[in-house]
């Protein structure tokens, strides 16, 4: 079906920047939406921000201003370039991806996860 690989997380200081790639490979019919999700210990995993193929995207509130994502369509990837980042933001992120993988099946594909830790 459909594989996620994900990369760019890492440690970064308060008011730091990192950008998170996400590459989707395999059986890929066409990509419905690409996203990234979070989850910090002892929380609920939540959307960061996606991107639907029509070029809307949807962001969490307290990462708007701060948090863009794209998607570069013929390589399948996604990005979220994250900026001032700050303490709360730090979570393990999750690439997230709606596709048909026929002309007529599709389904919900998820990343490893990368880890994102700001601290000073």
């Known amino acids: 079906q459909v594989q996620l690989v994900e990369s760019g997380g890492g440690l970064v200081q308060p008011g730091g920047s990192l950008r998170l790639s996400c590459a989707a490979s395999g059986s890929i019919f066409s990509i419905v939406s690409m996203g990234w999700y979070r989850q910090a210990p002892g929380k609920q995993r939540e959307l960061v921000a996606d991107l639907n193929s029509g070029g809307g995207r949807n962001y969490k509130d307290s990462v708007k201003g701060r948090f863009t994502i794209s998607r570069d369509n013929a390589k399948n990837t996604a990005y979220l370039q994250m900026n001032s980042l700050e303490p709360e933001d730090t979570a393990v992120y999750y690439c997230?991806?709606?596709?048909?993988?026929?002309?007529?099946?599709?389904?919900?594909?998820w990343g490893q996860g990368t880890q994102v830790t700001v601290s000073s």
């Open positions: 997230n991806a709606r596709a048909y993988y026929s002309a007529i099946s599709w389904d919900e594909f």
